[in-house]
């Protein structure tokens, strides 16, 4: 369902019927449907051939890591929309965001700046993309902005990202750090070429709260006596503000 209009530019988290639509972001040969880069610190940006096994089973686990969220307060990716000149609707941005605890690579990058603050955890936009089409510096801003609207929606205080300072700011997977800057971004720690950019927002809970909690989230068949708790398996609410454990492996800018 379409959340937020800006402009000619329309916004939905991402669902079973629009994964398929996330477009091929700017750094060839990479594919975000399979993508585990953030997920895994050995994890790859590249698109395993379409023929190999490997490809759905990574498929898969993307769109379950995405939609995972949809159990708590909604899922952790987002889709810019605009309409063609046949007035077809089609995606032309996508974001991917969600709880540090979500991505051990940015909570490695993360690991190398003590100065930052640690509670409650923040949460991360990993990827940002916008098809080079129009306005794309304007098209980043809406789709940073209403990212972050999301995230003060769920009770979100702080919310971070890792651009990186390369000559073509769209090839790695956070986007430019302009865009973040004209969002309200500032750079909490870091240098010019690896900067950690932070936004505190108000965490208003607008709209979730234990009655939007409990709509999204259904008992298990077997366990309704229960309901509402135990819930079951997936996402725990108290994830969000929590730290999660220290990840074991270096490396977290990858071979890149």
Same mark, same amino acid.
Do not use: H
């Given at each position: ?67 995972a969220g949809a159990q708590l307060a909604g899922a952790y990716g987002m889709l810019a929309w605009r309409n063609d000149r046949q007035g077809a609707r089609i995606a032309v941005g996508w974001a991917q965001f969600g709880p540090l605890s979500l991505y ?58 890792? *651009?990186?300072?390369?000559? %073509?700011?769209?090839? =790695?997977? +956070? ?5 973040? @800057?004209?969002?309200? #971004? ?32 259904? *008992?298990?068949?077997?366990? %309704?006596?229960?309901? =509402?708790? +135990? ?5 725990? @609410?108290?994830?969000? #503000? ?15």
């Open positions: 369902m379409t959340r937020e209009v800006a402009g000619d530019l329309s916004f939905s988290l991402v669902d079973e019927a629009s994964f398929d639509a996330i477009a091929r972001p700017a750094r060839a040969g990479s594919r975000c449907q399979t993508c585990d880069y953030w997920e895994r610190l050995d994890g790859t940006r590249d698109a395993p051939p379409d023929d190999e096994t490997g490809s759905a089973m990574r498929t898969n686990a993307k769109r379950s890591r995405l939609l051990p690579r940015a909570q490695a990058i993360r690991e190398r700046y003590p100065q930052l603050p640690d509670s409650p955890a923040p949460w991360v936009i990993t990827c940002l993309q916008v098809l080079d089409e129009g306005d794309r510096d304007a098209g980043a801003l809406a789709l940073i902005e209403a990212v972050c609207d999301e995230l003060d929606r769920r009770g979100i205080t702080s919310v971070e990202a890792f *651009p990186e300072g390369v000559a %073509d700011p769209w090839q =790695p997977s +956070p986007g430019p750090r302009s865009g973040y @800057e004209a969002a309200g #971004f500032s750079r909490a720690a870091g240098d010019d070429r690896y900067p950690v950019m932070r936004r505190e927002l108000t965490g208003s809970f607008e709209e979730v709260g234990w009655g939007d909690m409990l709509a999204r989230t259904k *008992p298990d068949a077997e366990e %309704d006596d229960a309901w =509402p708790f +135990p819930q079951r398996k997936g996402p725990r @609410e108290g994830d969000v #503000f929590r730290l999660p454990p220290k990840p074991t492996k270096p490396n977290p800018f990858g071979d890149e």
